[in-house]
């Protein structure tokens, strides 16, 4: 599942690029631009950012404030790393819940310019935070059985 994702960020960073440049050059060399070339780029980075963000969560890259913890002890560090994971994945099931839900309101409307369902687009919270609760529990979990600091560094060092 991890190699798929990385493969679709890839492959869809790569469209984006492809889609701005082109735009870019249709604009101003040609002056005609795409009427659909910065909705589809918009629409693409939400993809790309929501499965970006479960490999944040599986290397321990998410956003932290980490200065003070390095001067607890183990426990207390195990302790605050489980308590930040544990609100990283009610957050998450937050969002999978209020995707879905949004996604049945809205899903059948229209884009502007591409025309698409607007629940393809907003299909990416439901799979990207599915996603990103597994890999919180597979990070609670590593935690959860560590058992000395050394130890834990070693899965951070190991996830980068």
Same mark, same amino acid.
């Given at each position: 599942?991890?190699?798929?994702?990385? $493969?679709?960020?890839?492959?869809?960073?790569?469209?984006? %690029?492809? %889609?701005?440049?082109?735009? %870019?050059?249709?604009?101003?060399?040609?002056?005609?631009?795409?009427?659909? =070339?910065?909705?589809? &780029? #918009?629409?693409?980075?939400?993809?790309?950012?929501?499965? /970006? *963000? /479960? %490999?944040?969560?599986?290397? *321990?890259? $998410?956003?932290?404030?980490?200065?003070?913890?390095? #001067?607890? !002890?183990?426990?207390?560090? #195990?302790?605050?790393?489980?308590? =930040?994971?544990?609100?990283?994945? !009610?957050?998450?099931l937050v969002v999978i819940i209020f995707g879905i839900q949004f996604i049945l309101v809205v899903g059948a409307q229209r /884009?502007?310019?591409?025309?698409?369902?607007?629940?393809?687009?907003?299909?990416?919270?439901?799979?990207?935070?599915? $996603?990103?609760?597994?890999?919180?529990?597979?990070?609670?979990?590593?935690?959860?059985? /560590? $058992? *000395?600091? &050394?130890?834990?560094?070693?899965?951070?060092?190991?996830?980068?």
């Amino acid at each position: 599942m991890r190699k798929i994702n990385y $493969h679709l960020i890839i492959f869809l960073f790569s469209i984006q %690029v492809l %889609v701005v440049f082109s735009q %870019v050059i249709w604009r101003f060399v040609f002056n005609d631009p795409f009427p659909w =070339s910065e909705e589809l &780029a #918009r629409y693409l980075q939400v993809w790309i950012i929501l499965l /970006t *963000s /479960t %490999v944040c969560i599986q290397k *321990s890259k $998410h956003l932290a404030v980490d200065y003070l913890t390095h #001067r607890l !002890s183990f426990k207390l560090q #195990r302790l605050f790393k489980l308590i =930040s994971m544990v609100g990283i994945t !009610s957050y998450i099931l937050v969002v999978i819940i209020f995707g879905i839900q949004f996604i049945l309101v809205v899903g059948a409307q229209r /884009t502007p310019a591409l025309q698409i369902p607007i629940g393809c687009i907003y299909f990416a919270f439901p799979i990207a935070g599915i $996603h990103m609760f597994f890999e919180s529990l597979i990070v609670m979990i590593k935690v959860v059985n /560590t $058992h *000395s600091i &050394a130890e834990l560094n070693r899965i951070k060092a190991a996830a980068e």
